[in-house]
């Protein structure tokens, strides 16, 4: 997944979590729960970082809330901040 190096980079991927039933419940979140433990140890490694950003891609975000919107947006969100 994209490497994120502040958090307003990260924020596409955030509003993707408040608008995502996986996102609501964090644990549940495949996509998530990589990104928050391998953000920082992807920076050095050519091989995580590039399957990090088939993931989390930085113009789009999550992947999997792109590709199954339909059934994994919450209408009117959550408040997640």
Not at 23 to 36: D, E, F, N, T
């Amino acid at each position: 997944m994209a490497y994120f190096s502040n958090g307003s980079e990260a924020d596409i991927l955030a509003n993707q979590c408040c608008n995502c039933i996986l996102g609501k419940q964090r644990i549940l979140c495949p996509i998530l729960k990589a990104q928050l433990d391998f953000n920082y140890d992807a920076v050095n490694n050519k091989v995580a970082t590039e399957i990090l950003n088939i993931l989390v891609e930085k113009e789009t975000g999550c992947q999997m809330f792109v590709k199954y919107k339909n059934s994994l947006e919450i209408e009117n969100g959550w408040d997640c901040k």
